[in-house]
């Protein structure tokens, strides 16, 4: 029972640490490809509640191969042309709610 106890308490640090790890990428590739500081920490927020682990990490991945765009809404545009519907729309969601302030 015990050891039952610590292996599910390494997988949950395991998964909170991934988790990080996703977050502080995709803030650093936001702001990479133009998103502005305050900006891209609060679509990150905002896709971390939208979206799944497995999603989040396809975006991070995705974001690799993005250039700096000329703009915040031309930067937001390029990520939402990920091949994931999910993302897609987690990402026009958070990035109209992080500019605007309108949550949808």
């Given at each position: 029972m015990v050891q039952q106890l610590i292996w599910a308490g390494l997988a949950a640090m395991t998964m909170a640490a991934c988790a990080t790890a996703v977050r502080y990428t995709l803030q650093d590739r936001f702001r990479a490809i133009g998103i502005p500081g305050e900006t891209a920490d609060c679509m990150v927020g905002e896709l971390e509640d939208r979206l799944s682990g497995d999603d989040l990490q396809d975006l991070?991945?995705?974001?690799?191969?993005?250039?700096?765009?000329?703009?915040?809404?031309?930067?937001?545009?390029?990520?939402?042309?990920?091949?994931?519907?999910?993302?897609v729309k987690a990402v026009g969601a958070s990035g109209l709610t992080c500019v605007t302030g309108f949550r949808l």
């Amino acid at each position: 029972m015990v050891q039952q106890l610590i292996w599910a308490g390494l997988a949950a640090m395991t998964m909170a640490a991934c988790a990080t790890a996703v977050r502080y990428t995709l803030q650093d590739r936001f702001r990479a490809i133009g998103i502005p500081g305050e900006t891209a920490d609060c679509m990150v927020g905002e896709l971390e509640d939208r979206l799944s682990g497995d999603d989040l990490q396809d975006l991070a991945r995705y974001t690799l191969n993005l250039t700096r765009a000329d703009s915040t809404f031309a930067a937001i545009r390029s990520l939402m042309r990920i091949d994931n519907p999910r993302a897609v729309k987690a990402v026009g969601a958070s990035g109209l709610t992080c500019v605007t302030g309108f949550r949808l």
